[in-house]
């Protein structure tokens, strides 16, 4: 749609709900076309604290599966 030239502000409430990574890349490819990107909740976060953040979802969902997958393997035994 941007490249089209059908729309003119792209609003979302967070930079990461655009995209994870390389918002600024996309910022720019959009602004290319004459389409402007608002953020709506501007993070006051350093890409450092983000980072982290990101890195323990991982670990956190990466946990959570581990311990899923034993809850399961105990049920069977149990049954």
Known sequence: MVIRKQ????????RD???RFGFEYLKRF???HGARVEVVEESE???????IEDFVSII???A????????????????
């Open 45 to 51: 976060k350093s890409y450092e604290e983000e980072l």
């Open 7 to 14: 729309i003119d502000v792209v609003v979302v409430e967070f």
């Open 64 to 79: 959570a599966r581990i311990y899923g997958k034993r809850s399961q393997r105990f049920k069977k035994i149990k049954n």
């Open 30 to 32: 959009f602004e290319s």
């Open 60 to 62: 956190t969902s990466f």
């Open 17 to 19: 709900r655009l995209t």
